[in-house]
Antibody
Framework: EVQLVQSGTEIKKPGESLKISCKGS????????ITWVRQMPGKGLEWMGI????????TYSPSFRGQVTFSVDKSISTAYLQWTSLKASDTAIYYC????????WGNGTSVTVSS | QSVLTQPPSVSAAPGRKVTISCSGS????????VSWYQQLPGTAPKLLIY???KRPSGIPDRFSGSKSGTSATLDITGLQNGDEADYFC????????????FGGGTKLTVL
């Protein structure tokens, strides 16, 4: 079964750093793009960007460029989304999904940033 | 303000048909395939339609998609209570900063 399993809930303070993960299984991980999507509380879906695991080529949405970093570790079929200095406005659920057209979704990671 | 425009809400009675629209432009829907997602309350989105009109395995044929020009449509027939959810369209945008774009989402209420 093709799955993307994301890391658990995070509660952080403003200014802290964070790295969340998305582990793929049941398919050849490095051959398929991983898309990252944000969903702020009570709001719709926002496309953050995409990474190709085989060569780590990344495209960021202008809204997120410079605010987050995508990375992968092919050896463990895992993609990462990281922040160096969180803000309260980063509070959201973050999803990873496979491919440009997002055929398989992770379970989501809830991130709360509050002092 | 989303790049793709969807109605905020639609409603219909069980057994009826509902249509959800998604309007874009030549830089996105006009030149790229559209996907549709269903998000049940408290869950991750699920792919319903890709390549504008294809269903992944396991998606009932009550769900169908189409595209014409710079607009796309998701039709749901034989509405069931379990269809009550948020629905999102998405596609690629070939503008100055190419990337994916979503519609604002449509809340379907089954009356």
């Amino acid at each position: 079964e093709v799955q993307l399993v994301q890391s658990g809930t995070e509660i952080k303070k403003p200014g802290e750093s964070l790295k969340i993960s998305c582990k793929g299984s049941g398919y050849t991980f490095h051959n398929h793009y991983i898309t990252w999507v944000r969903q702020m509380p009570g709001k719709g879906l926002e496309w953050m960007g995409i990474i190709y695991p085989d060569d780590s080529e990344v495209t960021y949405s202008p809204s997120f460029r410079g605010q987050v970093t995508f990375s992968v570790d092919k050896s463990i079929s895992t993609a990462y989304l990281q922040w160096t200095s969180l803000k309260a406005s980063d509070t959201a659920i973050y999803y990873c999904a496979r491919r440009h057209f997002m055929d398989v979704w992770g379970n989501g990671t809830s991130v709360t940033v509050s002092s | 303000q989303s790049v793709l425009t969807q109605p905020p809400s639609v409603s219909a009675a069980p057994g009826r048909k509902v249509t959800i629209s998604c309007s874009g432009s030549s830089s996105n829907i006009g030149n790229n395939p559209v996907s549709w997602y269903q998000q049940l309350p408290g869950t991750a989105p699920k792919l319903l339609i890709y390549d504008s009109n294809k269903r992944p395995s396991g998606i009932p044929d009550r769900f169908s998609g189409s595209k014409s020009g710079t607009s796309a449509t998701l039709d749901i027939t034989g509405l069931q209570n379990g269809d009550e959810a948020d629905y999102f369209c998405a596609t690629w945008d070939n503008s100055l900063s190419p990337g994916g774009v979503f519609g604002g989402g449509t809340k379907l209420t089954v009356l």
